[in-house]
């Protein structure tokens, strides 16, 4: 069992920035997948960012369009620490962010289906 916990939602103002923290157990975090979703009221949860393993020490990045150039998601494997730093936030990205663990690597990794456990969410709203 792997369990995460996210911390750094809130209230923010456009333009402003945040950054979302995720915790994970677990004593092989570093080949770890690990990805963030966001679910706005009466929408689907939807891919954001996802950093993963690429054996040894290489990990990639990826990230949805409409965060491109906004959002960066790093890790700390020392701290089994995923991070979402978000800039120039607006006002639709408004929504409940999840960060999503895959132990295996098995997948796409801007697949929910890939994704063996989520953390309870955080939500960060962005007023205009």
């Known amino acids: 069992q792997v369990q995460l916990v996210e911390s750094g939602g809130g209230l923010v103002q456009a333009g402003d920035s945040l950054r979302l923290s995720c915790t994970a157990s677990?004593?092989?975090?570093?080949?770890?997948?690990m990805g963030w979703f966001r679910q706005a009221p009466g929408k689907e949860r939807q891919f954001v960012a996802a950093i993963t393993w690429n054996g040894g020490i290489s990990y990639r990045t990826y990230y949805a369009d409409h965060v491109k150039g906004r959002f960066a998601i790093s890790r700390d494997n020392a701290k089994n620490t995923v991070h979402l730093q978000m800039n120039s936030l607006k006002p639709e990205d408004t929504a409940v962010y999840y960060c999503a663990a895959d132990p295996d690597g098995v997948g796409w990794y801007y697949d929910r289906a890939e994704y063996d456990y989520w953390g309870q969410g955080t939500q960060v709203t962005v007023s205009s």
């Open positions: 677990g004593r092989t975090f570093s080949s770890y997948d």
